[in-house]
């Protein structure tokens, strides 16, 4: 297989379809490897999945089949390109809700065969991964933090396909462990959004555990924090307005605190596996990373320990298209192009080779 990127020019249309996004967009390639987004689409099913307090992978899937159409057909609009100018089709085919992987991946396989276009089978946890390429021609290796509702990773990235994990959590996501804050508080969902605004008004002045702080691997475990957060609750019954924002502030706090911690030491590991010459540069992705604490907290151990920090813009942070897409051109560059057979995977390491973190359990 040939690694060495072609130098030439590709389209990619990119599909996302993994969890409760519906997304599809246009990315260029430029022979000199630079990236430009042409067309970026993505339909958020919030709405649908908000009155059950989460993603429902049945309704996400229907929604998926009745949207992607029509939203692909937007996307092309939007980029002004013609089929005849596509040069590859790329889908996320894991990690993530399987009923919606199929669906995003089948219409991929479709449109490959029918215009005969070269198919790629996008990890979805690479296409976050690469997003800083499109966004900042950012050069390999750096390190990446990503966290949101489904993932919480702290990777090196060496190159295309080529990831080595440092952390993972051993129980819940970043972002679902917000979800589950707001949902205890009665503060409705996506609870990440309303923690943070309500934790404006408190004082982080409760008592809350820190779980891993001090670790030398840099996983994370929220399970505990969790389980804080609720006996503290149960303490203050019935709950006033200033108890719920001095609970979402400590919360916060403890949170950004352990981000910062677990980052420090994947630094220090990042630079042991690399050596001292390597690029200093921390990514953040996820939907956290538009929590304004946790990127102050992020830009103070950046800064600390001499890294840049790479924030891509909130919309290419969390779930869309043009990382899938970014990603699908990276690889055909690389000629790493998948066969139709190629399946949809519910869970998909990037890192196939790290250790199981002892504990966790089946996000890791
Ligand atoms: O990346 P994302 O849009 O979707 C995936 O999970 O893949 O991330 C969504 C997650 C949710 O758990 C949401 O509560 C969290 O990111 N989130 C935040 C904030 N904005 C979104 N968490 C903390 N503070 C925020 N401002
Ligand atoms: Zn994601």
């Known amino acids: 297989m040939a690694t060495t990127p072609e130098k030439r ?65 937007e996307a092309l609009a939007e980029s002004r390109l013609g089929w005849d100018e596509i040069d590859g089709v790329a889908a996320t085919a894991g990690p993530g809700l399987i009923g919606g992987l199929i669906v ?59 990831y080595t994990r440092l952390g993972t959590t051993l129980d819940d996501a970043l972002g679902e462990a917000f979800d589950k804050a707001a949902k205890l508080l009665g503060l409705g969902f996506p609870g990440g959004p309303a923690v943070e605004e309500c934790a404006k008004r408190g004082r982080a002045t409760i008592a809350l555990p820190r779980p891993m702080l001090g670790r030398p691997e840099p996983h994370f475990s929220l399970a505990g924090l969790k389980t804080a957060l609720r006996h503290e609750a149960m303490k203050r019954e019935p709950l006033g307005a200033q108890d719920v924002a001095d609970l979402c502030a400590s919360f916060q706090e403890a949170a950004a605190e352990m981000v910062s911690d677990r980052t420090r030491r994947a630094m220090e590991l990042y630079l042991e596996q690399l050596g001292p010459d390597a690029q200093k540069a921390l990514v953040v992705a996820g939907g956290v990373a538009a929590n304004q604490r946790i990127r102050a907290a992020l830009a103070t151990v950046a800064a600390e320990n001499g890294f840049a920090l790479v924030l891509p813009p909130p919309e290419l942070c969390t779930d869309n298209a043009a990382m899938v897409a970014w990603a699908g051109a990276e690889r055909l560059a690389r000629l790493l192009v998948d066969d139709l057979a190629a399946p949809s995977r519910a869970r998909w390491p990037l890192d196939p080779g790290a250790a199981p973190a002892i504990g966790a359990g089946v996000k890791a």
């Open 9 to 73: 020019e590709f389209v990619v249309l990119g599909i996302e379809t993994s969890c409760d996004e519906t997304a599809a967009a246009l990315v260029r390639r430029e022979a000199n490897g630079k990236g430009v987004l042409l067309a970026n689409v993505v339909r958020s099913q919030l709405a649908l999945h908000a009155e059950f307090g989460g993603v429902v992978p049945e309704i996400a899937a229907r929604a998926h089949v009745e949207l992607l159409d029509r939203l692909i057909a």
């Open 104 to 162: 995003g991946v089948t219409t991929a396989k479709a449109i490959a065969l029918a215009r005969g276009l070269p198919f790629v089978a996008v990890n979805h946890l690479e296409a976050h991964a690469l997003t800083p390429g499109l966004t900042h021609g950012l050069p390999f290796p750096y390190l990446l933090l990503l966290v949101s509702g489904g993932h919480t990773q702290l990777l090196i990235v060496k190159e295309v396909g080529s």
